[in-house]
């Protein structure tokens, strides 16, 4: 007997990276909105009335093809999720897609358009046109062109969303999973990019619909960088140089030094904070609700401690850390923040660095995402993500032990010249705010310690070390 195309979908679904509900079984998946999306055959223009045929033939393979938008809710036991699907048919599928088919259905085989490159045009044109297809509305920046020629590519290293990479022009990320509101990354970098900061992506477009009554951000569109380089890449360089080269050289001798580039991040880092602070509302942490602060984090180490008993030996530092950030009895000023900053969060062209990916911790709320916090959450962040690089190698190479030195000096130098950097920014960090940044690690460190215990359990040292690391 057939499944059901719900049933094709619930089995396909809980094998895509970028579903959250991995480990829970399904208990009911429903097609919540199918909106049809109208395709163009080959000899349109790409001008055309956006509302023509919702067929087309594939010049490869003269094949019909439908596409339809898809809203699925996932539900898992009390738990419910949203998702979006650019979802198509074909009567078969050529070799290309075949790795993304989802199964045969009446309509046909039914696969992950998003890998279609004769489908994925439509979101281009349609947000160069200001388009609205049903309940879909494509926009675009004020005063931008558009090159709506580009064949789509999708990018294959994302866990959470897919990104489509069209030409060298332009990068659209759809945000998979769906939570009702504008998404952090398309408010953030709209705002900063009326400013003219220089260390965002252009921003073109966005593709947004409603859900639970709230206007809900389906897609973004930016500058894709096609001659940058990511920064966890270029600090894995240096990483491996300083490993390669003779006993006794020191990472700022090593040919592959990276301090001047942790510099200039950091110099970059406080500049960001300063446009975020212009465009958005700042305020304060009173006293108590800093009290409250550090109860969270108690709470967090708790859990982790619960969780990965080896944490237990370190929990007296992560405490003394947190008694010093509740006897502060000033205010701490908070704003806009990055919320997930890390390495393999900016990218280094040949003229700046360039921050990506605002939208925050994809697997918290989205009020918490857009909530104000201290700025220097991104810088911990940044730091754990210096231990990282430093480190993570060591756990492949034959000789360990005659190493891990060499990566305590590397991280040790780069934290610093970040923070050199920050301060020359702008954003330094005196007195409490050291206190501060120290407690912002570890509890950073903690939720560390518990997903390294679940994914990469030999990777766990390194969360661990924070605890007697730079700050102890």
């Known amino acids: 007997m057939r499944p059901t195309f719900e049933e094709l979908l619930a089995g396909w679904i809980t094998r895509q990276r970028w579903f959250a509900g991995k480990g829970r079984a399904i208990t009911d998946l429903a097609v919540e909105a199918a909106t049809p999306l109208p395709l163009r055959g080959p000899a349109e223009s790409r001008h055309s009335d956006v509302a023509a045929s919702s067929r087309t033939t594939d010049a490869a393979n003269t094949l019909p093809v439908t596409v339809r938008h898809l809203v699925i809710t996932v539900r898992q036991g009390a738990h419910t999720d949203r998702y979006q699907l650019l979802l ?70 994302e866990q959470s969303n897919t990104s489509l990479v069209y030409g060298d022009a332009y990068i659209c990320k759809l945000f998979r999973k769906l939570v009702p509101g504008v998404n952090p990354e398309l408010e953030i970098v709209s705002a900063l990019a009326r400013r003219g900061s220089p260390h965002i992506a252009k921003p073109y477009g966005w593709i947004e619909t409603e859900v639970d009554g709230e206007n809900t951000t389906l897609a973004f569109t930016q500058e894709f960088l096609p001659t940058a380089c990511d920064g966890w890449a270029l600090a894995l360089t240096s ?155 060591l756990f492949d190479h034959p000789s360990p032990a005659e190493l891990a030195p060499r990566a305590a000096e590397w991280a040790e130098r780069n934290r610093a010249a970040f923070l050199a950097g920050y301060s020359a920014g702008g954003g330094g960090i005196r007195g409490d705010d050291a206190v501060l940044l120290r407690a912002l690690e570890l509890s950073k460190a903690a939720y560390e310690v518990v997903y390294e215990a679940r994914n990469r359990p030999t990777w766990l040292a390194i969360p661990l070390a924070a605890f007697s690391g730079p700050g102890a």
């Open 88 to 157: 198509g048919f074909r009567p078969e599928l050529p070799q290309r897609l075949r790795h993304v088919s989802i199964g045969a259905t009446a309509e046909g085989v039914a696969y992950d358009a998003v890998h279609d490159a004769e489908v994925t045009g439509l979101l281009l044109s349609s947000i160069a046109e200001g388009a609205e297809i049903g309940p879909l509305r494509f926009r675009h920046m004020p005063g931008v062109e558009i090159d709506t020629s580009p064949r789509s590519l999708v990018l294959g290293a």
């Open 239 to 393: 990483v491996r140089d300083l490993y390669g080269s003779l006993a006794g050289t020191t990472a700022g001798d090593a040919g592959g030094d990276f301090a001047a580039e942790s510099h200039r991040l950091g110099v970059a880092t406080a500049h960001l904070h300063k446009e975020m602070a212009s465009a958005f509302p700042t305020g304060s942490i009173e006293a108590p609700d800093v009290k409250r602060m550090v109860e969270g984090f108690r709470r967090r180490l708790d859990s982790a401690i619960a969780e990965v008993p080896d944490l237990a030996g370190h929990a007296r530092e992560a405490h003394e850390a947190f008694d010093r950030l509740a006897d502060i009895g000033h205010p701490i000023p908070v704003q806009r923040v990055h919320g997930d900053y890390h390495l393999g969060q900016v990218m280094r062209t040949p003229s700046e660095w360039v921050v990506l990916d605002f939208e925050g911790e994809p697997g918290q709320p989205l009020s918490e995402r857009r909530a104000l916090d201290s700025p220097l959450r991104d810088v911990a962040g940044m730091l754990r993500s210096f231990e990282y690089a430093a480190r993570h190698l």
